[in-house]
């Protein structure tokens, strides 16, 4: 049986393969972050240059400017490098502009809102 070595375990299980690369990161609650990785520490805790939150609704999305950005740990649900040369979207998403992408969001908000008091009204039918 053989083992790794402390250098070889220290990499594979570190955020230092990303430092100084552009990643997305997963937060708990559902945000999608981009940005140059520039730190982390042992709890995950990262920080983010030139930052933005990624809002997909639909076929829509949009890139809202963030900075720099500090990401509490507990909050990464992944964390993962870009790839520079291929592109980061289907060709059929449409970019459109931050006011745009809220308004579309409200939207979907309200109709999930909808949905989910009709589905609660009808239960007591109980259609079985």
């Given at each position: 049986m053989s083992w790794a070595s402390a250098?070889?375990?220290?990499?594979?299980?570190?955020l230092a393969n990303y430092l100084d690369k552009k990643v997305l990161v997963l937060l708990?609650?559902?945000r999608k972050l981009l940005g140059i990785l520039r730190s982390f520490d042992q709890f995950a805790n990262a920080v983010l240059e030139g930052s933005c939150e990624r809002?997909?609704?639909g076929d829509?999305?949009?890139d809202i400017p963030l900075g720099l950005y500090v990401i509490r740990g507990e909050n990464v649900v992944l964390l993962g490098e870009l790839n520079m040369e291929k592109e980061e979207l289907p060709p059929h998403m449409t970019h459109v502009s931050a006011v745009e992408i809220k308004r579309a969001q409200k939207a979907e908000r309200e109709a999930t809102d909808l949905k989910g008091t009709i589905r609660k009204r009808l239960e007591f039918l109980d259609l079985d």
């Open positions: 250098e070889d375990i220290y990499l594979s299980t570190s708990r609650d559902g809002v997909i609704v829509l999305y949009s």
